[in-house]
């Protein structure tokens, strides 16, 4: 009997977690949930000749992580940024950034705030999901508080997780983002 009550009482929360989500909201497919596999669905709010997303790696072959068509006549001879994005650890393959072609020019994109501007509208989900990656909320495809969505003319409504302070636990969130801006808003559901 001890033993029954705390299983009902989770199984209950389970439940009852998952009713807090409209039914006009779609799930996340599992593939989105890996942010390597959202650059190709990036469209950027500038023209830009080529553009790539790279992991700080010293072989080029390891390095790409994305890139657009890259131009015959261009060739990239910049050092990589000593800073990026989604770190990960500390050495090789802990960061990724982002290079684009302006102009003729190489330009750098090496922190969480230049991938938003890079990004600019927000056209699409992947494009959503990485932007709210870049603010620490992740997709759990395990959870529907953690991986659900609603497209809308002006905003992109997610249901996604944050890890509690580098703990195993995922507190989930309902993120807002203005489409024309990118701005982020989150507010915590549940507990």
């Not at 890139?67 to 060739?75: G, R």
Request: include cysteine; charged fraction near 25%; proline fraction near 8%.
């Amino acid at each position: 009997m001890k033993t029954i009550f705390p299983a009902l009482w989770f199984l209950s929360g389970v439940l009852w977690g998952q009713k807090n989500i409209p039914a006009d909201f779609k799930r996340i497919p599992e593939i989105l949930d890996n942010t390597e596999l959202l650059y190709p669905f990036v469209v950027p709010d500038k023209k830009y000749g080529y553009w790539s997303v790279l992991r700080n790696n010293p072989d080029p072959d390891k390095a790409i992580i994305y890139e657009s068509q890259m131009p015959d006549h261009m060739t990239l001879n910049d050092p990589a940024p000593e800073k990026g994005f989604f770190h990960k650890c500390l050495g090789e393959d802990c960061f990724s950034y982002l290079l684009a072609c302006e102009n003729g020019k190489s330009r750098y994109f090496s922190d969480e705030q230049q991938l938003r501007n890079f990004i600019g509208f927000v056209d699409n989900l992947p494009e959503a999901i990485l932007l709210s990656n870049t603010y620490g909320y992740m997709v759990d495809t395990g959870n529907p508080q953690g991986s659900s969505y609603k497209m809308e003319d002006q905003h992109i409504l997610l249901y996604l997780v944050k890890p509690k302070n580098d703990l195993p636990i995922k507190e989930p969130f309902l993120i807002k983002i203005y489409r024309k801006t990118g701005k982020l808003e989150a507010k915590k559901i549940g507990k």
